[in-house]
């Protein structure tokens, strides 16, 4: 299994509102997203295709920036 198929299952679950929350008119991951597997970004892995195994820990984190 990948990232891919992980989420084209969630999107199967949770419908096209976590899709358009998630990726862009592209199809890529949203600028203020990450995608994170194992602590790694997926960008610095295989992107979409990082294949993912048993236990491996997916998170999908929205960037966060603050102030003082």
């Known amino acids: 299994s990948s990232v891919e198929n992980l989420l084209d299952k969630m999107f199967e679950e949770f419908g096209e509102i976590l ?3 998630i ?4 199809g890529e991951v949203k600028k203020h997203y990450r995608i994170i597997v ?4 997926i960008n610095l892995l295989e992107g979409f295709k990082t294949i993912l195994k048993e236990g491996d820990m997916v998170a999908f984190m929205p960037a966060i920036a603050g102030g003082n």
Do not use: A, V
Request: aromatic fraction near 0%.
């Open 19 to 21: 899709r358009t929350e």
């Open 38 to 41: 194992n602590g790694r970004n």
């Open 23 to 26: 990726l862009d008119i592209n």
